[in-house]
Structure formats: structure tokens, C-alpha cells
């Protein structure tokens, strides 16, 4: 308890073996001096700062106040593994509802720490009871001694923890809350080396309740590091202003799953229970992010710019996102974006970088901007890598579209290489733009229908996509657009109890009871009182298959009645705020209005549905003070929808989709599919309604897309076999055959592979050929002998090339020419010299000798006499017997 020393004078001996700490306060935001008020000793300048803490931050923790005491014991026990200086908390130290019972059974884990005053908790809105009374959280006051809004030191000026009670706290639009004056100056007069700012709520969170911008006041200068949780999961944020946010959220009451990433998320995880732990130094502040398996999942380390005094991240673990963008359908920030190199804009979104193999350059041609293609000094086609903003676009799959702008100087063909969700390839070929003669040096446009596409930076570099020019086409590229399609959602869902829901349902969850009654002799919904907290909540869920996703600018008609005057709110996902529980317009029903029904529209712009809410709700209606509201029935609108379909363009999309269902294995299905498809584009060409003509234009390019890679299995089969019917038959008429259809497959490994095997045959047949040539050849002179010489040097080149299991009988063959030439050549050399006979070449000589080796047996092979003496009896005439000897030392040596 050293740590509360100032406040130990009202606590009794029975108090303290209690391990209650009475502390004594007046108001949510007590200040001395201006500031908020310290409650540990101020430093003692006369002593030095700490060399180093370690502090411990939990968060979410309290289960064993309900029962879920495992988890809350198993951080506990990894927690005080450590031998932490002091132990902080990010709220919701006991569910549900802070009751003393709840805090009692809640803080058993913990009971010493906070008995040795080393314990700092801020306080959460499940240890408020979900309000914000003294009365709701006097329970944990009473156990832990300490106030609702604090200033800890630690370390003699090491470190300064704040706790603002942000839980409390919220700003309006401009105005900022009681407390923030105290909390800016507590701040701004810290004398500590690092200040820490502990909150519940995080002002950016990819959990699932999201952000919560009215807390975002506490981000103000000289805060180094904020704590957090609420949300039931770790994270590290670091902010566009430059704010590291600390979510410490799984420290024991289970974990809830991960959305879309806030911008600055560099770290995510939901699917472990965990703390973390602060190592403080003057000079760095060391977080790590550990797990019940004493994983160190994240860690990153914070220092000071000298001249500024701002805390930057100095190191960080890389740490790769394994799902970058959650959920089933991941929705844009941006539904388009683009580049115009004849524009004075920047790029919106989209952009190019050089790479190894994608050089590319800026030029103008008629007075106009570009980018070029050139020359890829890697090998293949030309490439250009292109780059989608993460912040605009990201995860997918997405349907999209996109238009290009392209010309030039001759004909050719190009096409965009994209990561594919269906394929599963990054480099999945679009179809083939084709520019004819009669179309060079000109600008044209055309739009790619791309049905699968995936953002994850994939690609070499980085890149999200490239554009491919064949054989080293020069293309130029004037502009270029990538829109996303969002799926066409449903018009309505509605809810009525007399009948079936139609995609709108109500979730039975503990706070938000609700039972089916009759009124007037109609079935109604009765919302019941909600037992954790003052405002009664009825949870609605969207069918996904009607509407998912979003944004959608939507609209809410409800029926309602209640017996009582009050007023009730609609909650929704906000895409444009990144709440989860985003209010709508309020709901006032009057004392005239009682047990009358009642019927409102409400509008809910840039709506999103994917299931955050508690229960896995997509909106909730809240009624104030416990209104027990009834609902008659319940419509929810899409604004914006699509045109309907025209009849025969959809008949014959569906029969191409119907064909290309089959097994696509013969060549005369694909092409059936390939009719079908070209009778359907023929149709959507003739519709008017561009949004439907688009659509099925993408349900074709799908088609499509599996006509080309049922054609691809296919050219590979049959260039297989016919690979394989060259090397079963080796002839210049079977490699013709086969380089055929190998030509028809696009590069890669299975062609190179096939190219390979192709140049053996290739090698095989040349091979027999020279070798027939020195077989069928007839030698008469000692230049005809030289002449094969040279060829039996290509011949056994050839030979080395092939492997040995598929020489067959080209090895006899190749030793029968060269006892051939070796027969002539002992002939001329036997024949009477008229004068002094001519020396012996070299090539002769080494030939002689190699071919008289191959001759012998065993160790005879390398018996240099014996050899020298069978050589001798064919040479002497033409070479001495030092230099035959020393020949065949110096060929037995390289052998």
C-alpha cells in the first residue's frame, strides 16, 4: 500500500487485510492547482529518475465477476511472471455491470497487487454499469482506493500515468467535456520523461465497436502513448498525427473479431488472450504484445525527437496482416480510382512505379503526356507495374472495370495482369487488347471486365496489377481507371409478425430482451427492460444474402407504439464516422402520443451492414430510461438501387453460364461455350441501361474467364502428349508437331518445362543426323579424316547434351563413326612414305590414343606401357616415343 501513502491516514487496520482501499473524492474530476490531482508522491528531486520500470497493461479483464474466471486467471498468472513494477488497466475491470459482488469475484486474481498498491485501474462502462454515476461505480472504488480521474508517477518522474476518466468524458461537436481543461494542463506541466494516457474507449479501433472520435480530445501534445481497450482484441495504431494508440483489450473476457483496418493499424490480432508490457528507460519505451504461450506477437519501440520532444516510433516488428481486409465482403474506401498523365493533378489513387523488369518513362507525343512501355531487359513481354492506394482500395475480392487509354507506333497486342480470387494467381491475363494496322498511332480506349480482382500488393514490388505488352510491344498509356462494382443489394427488407420475415429479423441477446405479444389482435414485438443498463435495446439483423456490405444511403420505416412518453433512438454502422453504434435522428413519442401507432422514417446515409453490432446485429433501437417500446413492423430501404434486367440478353447469359458449367475437355464444348458467349455480348451490346448492360458484362467476362483456363488445360494436355509422341518417335515431323502446340500455351513453368523436354528431342534428332553423315561418309584422304574429324567433335557434343537414358542407340553408333575414322587413319599411316613421312597431328594422335583406350580392358586402361606400346607399332613413323607417352600421361591424367 506504500504507494497511496498520502491517503493512509482515514484507513482502518480491517480495511487493509481487506484489500478494500477507501478513497477519498467529491467529483468525477477532482483538480489541485489547475491540474488533476496526483495520487502518489511527487518527486523528490533530491533522488534520481529510475533507470528502468516495467509496467504491465491489462484491459477487458474482469470475466470472473460472471463466472469466466479461466482466461482472467491464466493472463493473471503470465502477467505476474513478469515481476511487473505496477500493474495498469484499460477499463472493464468486472462485468457485468460492476455490481460488489461482481468487483469482489473479479479482482481475486489481482487481490495482491492491488493490496501492495501497485494496482492503477481506470474505470470502464461495465465498471460503471453501463451509465456514468457515483452510485454505479462507488463498487470499485471502494475495492480498488483510488478516484475515478488520476494522476499516477512512477519511477521518481520516470513516468506520469493520466487517467482522464474518458469513459465519462465525451466531447460535443466543438465543446470539449468538464475535465479536459484539468487533463491539457496535467498534461502540458508534466515534468515526467514519458506520459501515458490511459483510456476505455479507443478514438480509432478495427474492433468491433469501433471508432469513437468524441474521446479524440485526449490526443494533445505531449502525450507519448495512449492505452486502450473496449475493443477485445491488440492493436497498434499509429495515427495520421503521429499518436501510437495501445489496444490492450484481451486480457481475459474472451475476444471479439477484427473489421476492416482504421488507417495507421500496423498490428491486429483476435484470436488470442494476452497483455501488454512497458519497459520504460529515460532514453526509449519499449511495447510488446505478448500471449498465454509467451509469444511475443508485436513489439515496437518509442524515443524522443530531441529538438521536438514528440515520441516516434524508433523500431517496429515487421508484421505481415494474414487478412487484410476481414469479413465476407470487404467494401472500398473509394469506388474509383485513376491516373491522367496530361492532367496537372496528381494521381487519384493510382500510380506506376519502375521496377527490374517494367522499365517504363514519361514522354510526350503530339504535345501530349504519356507513359511508356520499354524495353524489358529482364526477357518476356514489356510490363508497366501499377500501384492502388491501399487507403482507397484494398483486400477483395471486387467486381471491376477497367478503362485505358493506349496507343501505338505498331501493331500488337497487350493485356492487365491482376491478382485473381478464383484463380488464385497474381498474375492472372485479362483478355488481350489487339492493336491492328490500321489502328497504329492512334489513341484509342478500351474497358477490361474484371470479376475476381484482389488488392493485397501481390505483385513484384508491391504492385496490384501490370499491364503486359507482347514482344516487347513500345505502348503508350494516356490515361487509365479502375472502378469497383458494388453488389447489387436488395431493395427492402421488412419484418411483420403476423407473417414471415422478409431478410429482417429481430436477435434475442442479454441486453436487449424483447417477447412477442398481442395487441388489438395483431402480433407485436415488446421490448423488455434491459438489466445492465438504462436504455432498453432491441438488436435487428439483415439477412446477408439481401444486403451486405456497403456503404448504402438507406432509410428505416418503423411502426411503434408505447405506454408511456419517451423517446428512442436508431443505431447503425457508419461508414462515414467509423462507428458501429452511430445514432440516428431521435424518436420523440409525447403523453398525447401513448399507446397510439405511431409511424417514422428515419434516414441512415452511408449505411454499412456487416454484422458489428452485439449478437452480430447490424443496428439496434435503443429506447431512453428503459422505454418499453413495441414494434408493429419494420422496412429497411435501399436508396439507390439498380435497373431491371432485359429478358433476352439474360437468357442468353444464362445459357453460356449453363454450357460452361459442363466439363470443358474437348474442343468442341469450349467452343460451343465461345458461340454462346459472343451471342449474349452481341445482345448487351443493343441494351440501353448502362448499369445492367455492365453487369452482364461482367457475369460474361466470368464466362469467359473459365472458357480461357478450360482452354489452357486443354492446350496443355495436348501439348503434353504430343511432347511425349516426339520422344517416342523422334523426328524432324513430331517436333514440328509438337513446337506447335507448345506454342500455343502462355509462358511459364509448364511451357518451359515442355521446351525443355522439346530441345532434348531436338538434340537427339540432330545428333543421329551427324552421326549417319560420318557413318555413311567415305574416307579416301587425310583431309577427308580431318573433315570428320571436325564433325565427330559436333557429334559428341551433341551427345553430352542429352541425358543418358535417352541416348539409346546413339552412343554404339557414335563409337562405330570414330572406329571408323580411326580405321582410315591407321591405314594412311601404315602406307610407305615416299621421302620423310609428314608428322603427326595432334587431333590424330589424341584420337588414336583415346579410341585405343576404349579398346582395352580393366587396368589395362591406364597402363601407360601397354599403351604406348600398341601405339607405337601405328605411329612410329609419324611421331616419337616421348611425345606419344607424354600424350597419353597427360589424356589418362584428365580422365
Known amino acids: 500500500m506504500k504507494k497511496y501513502r498520502k491517503y493512509l491516514g482515514i484507513l482502518t487496520i480491517a480495511t487493509i487485510l481487506s484489500g478494500t ?86 479482482q481475486e486474481a489481482y487481490i495482491e497487487d492491488i493490496k501492495a498498491g501497485k494496482f492503477f485501474p481506470i474505470m470502464g462502462n461495465h465498471d460503471y454499469g453501463n451509465g456514468c454515476t457515483m452510485e454505479s461505480v462507488q463498487p470499485s472504488i471502494d475495492k480498488f482506493g483510488v478516484p475515478v480521474s488520476y494522476v499516477a508517477g512512477f519511477g521518481n518522474g520516470l513516468v506520469d500515468f493520466v487517467n482522464p ?49 468524441d474521446r479524440s480530445w485526449v490526443m494533445t501534445p505531449g502525450v507519448d502513448l495512449i492505452l486502450a481497450g473496449h475493443d477485445h482484441h491488440a492493436e497498434h495504431i499509429e495515427t495520421k498525427d503521429g499518436y501510437n494508440i495501445v489496444i490492450s483489450g484481451n486480457g481475459g473476457n474472451g475476444t471479439t473479431p477484427i473489421f476492416s483496418p482504421v488507417d495507421g493499424s500496423l498490428f491486429r490480432d483476435d484470436k488470442n488472450l494476452g497483455a501488454v508490457r512497458l519497459t520504460v528507460r529515460k532514453e526509449e519505451l519499449k511495447v510488446e504484445y505478448l500471449t498465454l504461450s509467451g509469444k511475443d506477437q508485436y513489439e515496437f519501440t518509442l524515443k524522443k525527437d530531441k529538438a521536438t520532444g514528440k515520441a516516434y516510433i524508433a523500431d517496429r516488428m515487421e508484421w505481415v496482416d494474414p487478412n487484410p481486409n476481414p469479413g465476407v465482403k470487404p467494401v472500398p474506401n473509394k469506388y474509383s480510382v485513376s491516373m491522367d498523365f496530361d492532367d496537372t493533378t496528381a494521381p487519384d489513387g493510382l500510380s506506376y512505379q519502375n521496377y527490374q523488369d517494367g522499365p517504363v518513362s514519361e514522354v510526350t507525343i503530339d504535345g501530349r503526356k504519356a507513359l511508356q512501355l520499354e524495353k524489358n531487359p529482364m526477357g518476356g513481354g514489356n510490363h508497366a507495374y501499377l500501384f492502388v492506394d491501399d487507403k482507397s482500395i484494398l483486400g477483395g475480392p471486387y467486381h471491376a472495370k477497367v478503362t485505358i487509354e493506349y496507343r501505338s507506333p505498331k501493331s500488337g497486342s497487350f493485356s492487365l495482369q491482376y491478382e485473381s480470387a478464383d484463380s488464385g494467381s497474381a498474375y492472372q491475363k485479362s483478355q488481350s487488347i489487339n492493336i ?37 510491344l513500345p505502348l503508350l498509356i494516356g490515361s487509365m481507371k479502375l472502378e469497383i462494382v458494388p453488389d447489387e443489394p436488395a431493395k427492402f427488407v421488412s419484418m411483420d409478425f403476423d407473417s414471415e420475415p422478409n431478410g429482417l429479423t429481430w436477435i434475442p441477446y442479454e441486453s436487449g430482451p424483447a417477447h412477442e405479444i398481442i395487441i388489438d389482435g395483431r402480433t407485436v414485438l415488446q421490448v423488455d427492460k434491459n438489466m445492465f443498463n438504462q436504455g432498453n435495446n432491441l438488436y435487428l439483423s439483415v439477412d446477408d444474402r439481401y444486403i451486405y456490405g456497403g456503404p448504402y444511403n438507406s432509410r428505416a420505416t418503423i411502426e411503434y ?12 454502422e457508419s461508414a462515414e464516422t467509423g462507428a458501429a453504434y452511430q445514432p440516428a435522428q431521435k424518436v420523440t413519442i409525447k403523453e398525447e402520443d401513448i399507446n397510439k401507432w405511431q409511424t ?52 442468353a447469359v444464362v445459357k453460356a453460364q449453363e454450357l460452361a458449367g459442363a466439363v470443358l475437355d474437348k474442343q468442341e464444348k469450349i467452343d460451343a461455350v465461345v458461340n454462346a ?57 513430331s517436333i514440328e508437331k509438337a513446337q506447335q502446340a507448345v506454342d500455343q500455351l502462355a509462358d511459364g513453368t509448364d511451357k518451359n518445362t515442355l521446351l525443355e523436354r522439346l530441345l532434348i528431342v531436338k538434340t537427339i534428332v540432330q545428333a543421329e543426323q551427324v552421326i549417319n553423315t ?31 537414358n535417352q541416348r539409346g542407340i546413339l552412343t554404339e553408333n557414335l563409337q562405330k563413326a570414330e572406329d571408323k575414322i580411326v580405321n582410315e587413319m591407321k591405314s594412311i599411316l601404315g ?46 613413323e609419324h611421331a616419337t616415343g616421348s611425345e606419344v607417352r607424354e600424350t597419353i600421361e597427360k589424356l589418362i591424367s584428365k580422365d
Open 21 to 106: 482501499v477507501n478513497f477519498p473524492f467529491s467529483s468525477l474530476a477532482a483538480e489541485t492547482n489547475g491540474e488533476m490531482e496526483r495520487i502518489t508522491e511527487k518527486v523528490d528531486p533530491t533522488k534520481p529518475v529510475a533507470d528502468e520500470l516495467i509496467l504491465a497493461v491489462i484491459g477487458d479483464y474482469g470475466g470472473c465477476g460472471v463466472g469466466n474466471c479461466e482466461g482472467e486467471q491464466q493472463v493473471a498468472d503470465m502477467v505476474h511472471s513478469w515481476n511487473p513494477d505496477y500493474i495498469l488497466t484499460v477499463g472493464d475491470n468486472t462485468y457485468q455491470r460492476g455490481l460488489p459482488e461482481e468487483v469482489e469475484k473479479a
Open 165 to 213: 476518466d474518458a469513459n465519462c468524458n465525451k466531447s460535443t461537436g466543438e465543446q470539449m467535456p468538464p475535465i479536459y481543461d484539468a487533463y491539457k494542463n496535467t498534461v502540458d506541466n508534466s515534468q515526467a520523461e514519458w506520459v501515458i494516457v490511459g483510456e476505455h474507449q479507443p478514438v480509432y479501433s478495427s474492433g468491433k465497436a469501433g471508432n469513437n472520435f
Open 436 to 472: 491492328t494496322s490500321d489502328e497504329i498511332n492512334q489513341w484509342k480506349t478500351a474497358t477490361l471486365e474484371i470479376p475476381d480482382i484482389k488488392f493485397t500488393n501481390r505483385q513484384n514490388n508491391g504492385a496490384d496489377m501490370r499491364l503486359l505488352a507482347a514482344n516487347n
Open 561 to 572: 407504439r408505447s405506454p408511456v412518453a419517451g423517446t428512442f433512438t436508431l443505431q447503425y
Open 600 to 651: 417514422v422514417t428515419i434516414d441512415m446515409p452511408q449505411a454499412k451492414f456487416t454484422n458489428r453490432q452485439n449478437g452480430n446485429a447490424d443496428f439496434r433501437i435503443v429506447g431512453a430510461k428503459n422505454l418499453p417500446f413495441i414494434i408493429g413492423s419494420m422496412k429497411i430501404e435501399i436508396v439507390d438501387g439498380k435497373s431491371e434486367s432485359n429478358k433476352l440478353a439474360m437468357e
Open 677 to 733: 458467349v459472343n451471342h449474349a455480348r452481341a445482345l448487351i451490346e443493343e441494351l440501353e441501361d448502362g448499369e445492367n448492360k455492365f453487369e452482364l458484362q461482367v457475369r460474361l467476362t466470368i464466362v469467359s474467364a473459365k472458357v480461357n483456363q478450360a482452354q489452357e488445360v486443354l492446350n496443355l494436355k495436348l501439348a503434353k502428349e504430343a511432347v511425349g509422341q516426339a520422344e517416342q518417335s523422334p523426328s524432324e515431323e
Open 774 to 804: 560420318l557413318l555413311d561418309s567415305r574416307l579416301e584422304s587425310a583431309a577427308e579424316v580431318d573433315n570428320d574429324l571436325v564433325t565427330l567433335e559436333t557429334a559428341n557434343k551433341l551427345v553430352e547434351q542429352i541425358p543418358n
Open 831 to 876: 602406307q610407305k612414305n615416299n621421302g620423310k613421312p609428314e608428322r603427326l597431328k595432334e587431333t590424330w594422335l589424341n584420337l588414336l590414343i583415346t579410341n585405343t583406350i576404349h579398346q582395352l580392358d580393366g587396368q589395362a586402361k591406364t597402363d601407360v606401357n601397354k599403351i604406348h606400346q600398341s601405339l607405337m607399332k601405328i605411329v612410329k
